[in-house]
DNA sequence: CGACCTATTGAAGGCGTTCAAGTCCAGTGG
DNA sequence: CCACTGGACTTGAACGCCTTCAATAGGTCG
């Protein structure tokens, strides 16, 4: 298993790894789980920083990441890049049949990871048989679509302070949703300063002034990959998200216990 | 049938209007099609300004537009608005059951538009007699995960003029795409300049500045809302988009003949 | 004709960029 | 153990795109 968000890659102690593709079919019948084990390829296993594939070129069926952190991004023709998302373990990184194929995006890796491809008649077949398959796979992707909009919202409205501790936040939180077991206030990040400024479209050196500022208030801090809340409250104040909302966000409000 | 993005309303010279909803399902068996017709609510009529949904307020279902133009925007806490979409007829609005509740927007209707609504019981079990449809609904929103990454690309990584130049290429491809039936480079727009701006992440203000270097240097115009294409090649050229990829996005190459 | 929204244009200011030095840190090989 | 090396981080100063504020013109509908 790739080096994960968190220290100790195994949460069920009796060596048991709930397979991340799993719980993306989350309430589909074992019997579709089982198809889909069998249809699925086998994992494809990515070296960190290694491209999963292009701007442009689309996998043929649904690209699944079984393992490690990857980056979603598009790449303008003279060179801007803008990171759309950071996709953890059971992400749908690509759903092969198009309708008009407008964006294009590539998949990078950032740590060693594993993916593997549901090809488009497995798919069929799938769906045809187990018909939960196909709405599950329906919200998940509607689930993305929200989740790009919060971050069309950042970009385009909240200032450099709002956007950094809003990705940090997000990340943490969704790491955490990922990765139970770890209670304290920390986590492991495979960025660099300069990853979060593609994905908030501002500047690495920006950033890290950001960065510095939001460690001397005391909000939370970012030193070599390791991610540390200091104020919990505070951060999701400076994150302008909407208090009421935070709590549907899974509000971080047990990290310190 | 609300005023669209285009003069004639009625495509079919035979009185005949096709069902937008028909068109999000397509592919699907007529059978599947005669369900959902029975399953979806009657449209409800919403003037244009009105707020279909609030953020945060769920509709429970999958909300459809039948007509009329709608945007979806999100909203910060002190007031900052943002627009992620501009839908059309056909678009999924909402697609009701959310994973982990992130982002939370609303839909507000730009003409006279009308919506309807998918409950969530009548999906599953349509989806369980006709199994295409869950899939195809994943299609559709991976599509808009897609185009949503593409606007997050634009507002991240274009400067302004590149982000409204793309815009309305975006817009005039998509609405014409859904009324075939007009060939010439016009198109009535039902915007201000301000949801260009709110759109954009610019300012309305500097929204009328670029329009107006863009009309000067004879590439497009957007006068009361009236959109002209003036030199396809040239808005393409400005927008920043691979031309390779411009084919897949539907060139406007046959906008004047 | 008057009220109101939309569009237009100018001037000043700010947030983030760009350019350019540095510093810190991990890994490598002597 | 220590010098060497390269990537990531850090900090300062000047610049520029876009914003903000403000005032005027234009178009539409009662």
Redesign the interface.
Known sequence: MAKGGNDSKDPLPGGGWQAPWKELFEGCSSEALNMIARAKSDGRKVRAGQEIFGP?RRPGGVCLLDDGWVS?Y?L???G???I??FALPGAVLD?G?????????GAQALTDAVVSLLPQEA??GL???????????????????????????S????SARERVAHLLLELFVRAR?QWPCHRVAELNLPLTQAHIGEAT?LTGVHVNRVLRELRNDGIVGFHYRRLTILDPDRLIDVS?I?P??AV???KPDAIDE
Chains 1, 2 share one sequence.
């Not at 970009?155 to 909240?158: C, E, K, L």
């Open positions: 442009g979603l598009s303008l023709p003279d801007r890049r803008q759309l998302h759903f049949p198009v309708l008009r194929a407008n964006a294009a995006y798919l069929d769906s045809r048989s187990h018909p939960e398959v196909g709405l599950r796979l329906a919200q998940v992707m509607s689930s993305d679509r929200s989740l790009s909009y919060d971050h069309l919202t970009v385009g409205r909240r949703a479209a302008g909407d009421q909302l549907g966000w899974g």
